[in-house]
């Protein structure tokens, strides 16, 4: 039943007025697409047979849409079930481009501001907004230690098995990388840790320092298969709790180790022989990146390896955009990105020297969609680890991140870097990289 209670009498006004309004709204939109009202109306626009059905089950949305235009509007929308999507989400997040392209002369825009008027201000769904008060927290990205701290627990706290249900076998948040395109997520992001442990050319016994290091999937595999000393660090209670219970499951307590901790508040000079920050950067803000920067360069032993990866943008700085306030206020309340060039600007101005960078964007389409796929295959478990809202927003932040990784708005890049001026064991050529790779994997020691 719709939330949408009309006084008697208004429904079949209301649905004129809103009818009028969308047909404005959408024409001349590419694509096809069928929109159903909350009184079960409904129509097709664009072109050719439907791709995705629109419900409007609010008209309070419409009255909004055409009097304030918020840029997160259809976005807040769909989290408060005010409209929803049946069929094919790609096809639906189309309509975003179209809206932010859209051009009507006086006289449609006056029309529609007359029609928005006869529809109701409030209804019972849009009071419902209440309800979302953790998605519409607020955060100065001051980048504080307290605040970075909340900023984690707001996007990785949300639930361990909640995660589970869409990430691999081995638990990676980040950027699989694929051979041919089709293998398995699970293959995917094994071909991921094993390319990160071989572009470090980690040896065995060697330090390793993973910060960010999530589940502690890197760590646990650079410890089985390279023979390394690793720990990890992260400011997610969640995540470190299940390392460490991970950690003890596989019986790597001798060579793995993960604490809770700020990346300022790290002690030592020359303390690590390689050092790894995968999908950490974007966290520290663009301010805070030199501190960032300099603790790697003190922590990392003069001829050690640092990989830095991390997801770009194609413009310089964060600037309020549509995306970039989406991406703020739901998914990633400390989140920065900035083009690749001024990453590495930054390094080299900490003093590194950069010896390889590869762009992995099409790997991470990839990845977001076998993450989206597996999302929706377990909505029902998903629905009983967290709430509508929550499963709708990593759903539609994970479809909308694929198109733009398609797109190439967004990027993700991983840097190999060293301390500027002191000899590393680089070989001469990538070769090393490629070559079999059970000349790689070496049996486990944990003593000594």
Same mark, same amino acid.
């Given at each position: 039943?719709?939330?949408?209670?009309?006084?008697?009498?208004?429904?079949?006004?209301?649905?004129?007025?809103?009818?009028?309004?969308?047909?404005?709204?959408?024409?001349?939109?590419?694509?096809?697409?069928?929109?159903?009202?909350?009184?079960?109306?409904?129509? %097709?626009?664009?072109? @050719?047979?439907?791709?995705?059905?629109? =419900?409007?089950?609010?008209?309070?949305?419409?009255?909004?849409?055409? #009097? #304030?235009?918020?840029?997160?509007?259809?976005?807040?929308?769909?989290?408060?079930?005010?409209?929803?999507?049946?069929?094919?989400?790609?096809?639906?997040?189309?309509?975003? @481009?179209?809206?932010?392209?859209?051009?009507?002369?006086?006289?449609?825009?006056?029309?529609?501001?007359?029609?928005?008027?006869?529809?109701?201000?409030? #209804?019972?769904?849009?009071?419902?907004?209440?309800?979302?008060?953790?998605?519409?927290?607020?955060? +100065?990205?001051?980048? +504080?230690?307290?605040?970075?701290?909340?900023?984690?627990?707001?996007?990785?706290?949300?639930?361990?098995?909640?995660?589970?249900?869409?990430?691999?076998?081995?638990?990676?948040?980040? $950027?699989?990388?694929?051979?041919?395109?089709?293998?398995?997520?699970?293959?995917?992001?094994?071909?991921?840790?094993? %390319?990160?442990?071989?572009?470090?050319?980690?040896?065995?016994?060697?330090?390793?320092?993973?910060?960010? $290091?999530?589940?502690?999937?890197?760590? $646990?595999?650079?410890?089985?298969?390279?023979?390394?000393?690793?720990?990890?660090? +992260?400011?997610?209670?969640?995540?470190?709790?299940?390392?460490?219970?991970?950690?003890?499951? !596989?019986?790597?307590?001798?060579? =793995?180790?993960?604490?809770?901790?700020?990346?300022?508040?790290?002690?030592?000079?020359?303390?690590?022989?390689?050092?790894?920050?995968?999908?950490?950067? !974007?966290? =520290?803000?663009?301010?805070?990146?030199?501190?960032?920067?300099?603790?790697?360069?003190?922590?990392?032993?003069?001829?050690?390896?640092?990989?830095? %990866?991390?997801? +770009?943008?194609?413009?310089?700085?964060?600037?309020?955009? =549509?995306?970039?306030?989406?991406?703020?206020?739901?998914?990633?309340?400390? @989140?920065?990105?900035? $083009?690749?060039?001024?990453?590495?600007?930054?390094? !080299?101005?900490?003093?590194?020297?950069?010896?390889?960078?590869?762009?992995?964007?099409? %790997?991470?389409?990839?990845?977001?969609?076998?993450?989206?796929?597996?999302?929706?295959?377990?909505?029902?478990?998903?629905?009983?680890?967290?709430?509508?809202?929550?499963?709708?927003?990593?759903?539609?932040?994970?479809?909308?991140?694929?198109? !733009?990784?398609?797109?190439?708005?967004?990027?993700?890049?991983?840097?190999?870097?060293?301390?500027?001026?002191?000899?590393?064991?680089?070989?001469?050529?990538?070769?090393?990289?490629?070559?079999?790779?059970?000349?790689?994997?070496?049996?486990?020691?944990? @003593?000594?």
């Amino acid at each position: 039943m719709s939330a949408f209670l009309a006084e008697p009498g208004t429904s079949g006004a209301h649905a004129d007025a809103a009818l009028r309004i969308l047909k404005r709204l959408l024409r001349g939109f590419v694509g096809g697409a069928d929109l159903r009202l909350w009184n079960d109306s409904s129509f %097709h626009v664009g072109q @050719g047979p439907p791709a995705f059905t629109l =419900v409007l089950r609010d008209p309070i949305l419409l009255r909004s849409l055409v #009097t #304030t235009r918020g840029p997160v509007l259809l976005a807040d929308a769909y989290f408060r079930n005010q409209i929803d999507v049946e069929g094919d989400l790609y096809s639906a997040l189309a309509l975003k @481009g179209h809206f932010e392209g859209l051009a009507l002369p006086w006289r449609d825009k006056l029309a529609m501001l007359l029609d928005a008027w006869r529809l109701p201000s409030r #209804t019972e769904t849009s009071k419902a907004g209440t309800l979302l008060a953790r998605l519409a927290q607020r955060f +100065t990205r001051q980048h +504080t230690r307290h605040s970075d701290r909340q900023a984690i627990a707001f996007h990785y706290d949300v639930s361990n098995d909640f995660y589970a249900l869409w990430l691999d076998a081995e638990r990676v948040y980040s $950027c699989a990388y694929f051979k041919t395109g089709e293998e398995t997520l699970d293959q995917a992001q094994q071909n991921k840790l094993e %390319h990160i442990c071989r572009k470090l050319r980690l040896q065995h016994g060697e330090r390793l320092l993973d910060i960010g $290091c999530g589940w502690g999937a890197l760590i $646990c595999w650079a410890a089985r298969h390279h023979g390394v000393r690793a720990h990890g660090i +992260t400011l997610s209670q969640a995540q470190h709790g299940f390392a460490q219970q991970r950690i003890a499951r !596989e019986g790597l307590q001798a060579l =793995v180790t993960v604490e809770l901790r700020d990346y300022r508040d790290l002690q030592g000079e020359a303390v690590y022989d390689k050092v790894s920050s995968i999908g950490m950067f !974007e966290h =520290v803000g663009l301010a805070n990146m030199p501190a960032y920067l300099a603790a790697v360069q003190r922590l990392l032993r003069p001829g050690g390896l640092f990989l830095n %990866h991390g997801i +770009t943008h194609d413009e310089e700085g964060w600037n309020r955009t =549509v995306a970039t306030e989406f991406i703020n206020r739901y998914v990633f309340p400390d @989140g920065e990105f900035d $083009c690749v060039s001024n990453i590495q600007l930054g390094m !080299e101005r900490a003093g590194f020297e950069i010896h390889d960078v590869e762009a992995l964007r099409r %790997h991470y389409a990839l990845t977001l969609r076998h993450w989206v796929q597996r999302l929706e295959a377990n909505r029902d478990a998903a629905l009983r680890e967290v709430d509508e809202p929550t499963y709708r927003v990593w759903r539609l932040y994970m479809a909308a991140c694929a198109l !733009e990784f398609e797109a190439g708005g967004t990027g993700i890049y991983q840097i190999l870097a060293s301390r500027r001026g002191v000899a590393t064991a680089l070989p001469l050529t990538r070769q090393d990289l490629y070559a079999a790779a059970s000349a790689t994997a070496l049996p486990l020691r944990v @003593g000594g």
